[in-house]
């Protein structure tokens, strides 16, 4: 069984741990966060507009089939 004091020791160093690699993370400044949230925007807008055809579509011809 693992003491308490152990337990500490193991949680303390997995913070030290994040910490550093945190530390290694680059973060976007404010014009490639707007880029990048954009370009996500504009693929959510045509997935959905092309799942939404498709559906259209498909519904169209199971009707016309009359299934």
């Given at each position: 069984m693992i003491k308490v004091g152990e337990k500490m020791k193991k949680l303390r160093?997995?913070?030290d741990s994040v910490k550093k690699e945190m530390n290694k993370v680059r973060w976007p400044n404010k014009k490639e966060l707007m880029t990048y949230?954009?370009?996500t925007l504009a693929f959510i807008l045509i997935?959905?507009?092309f799942f939404t055809?498709?559906?259209f579509i498909l519904a169209t011809i199971k009707t016309l089939l009359g299934k």
């Open positions: 160093e997995f913070f949230s954009i370009a997935f959905a507009l055809g498709t559906d």
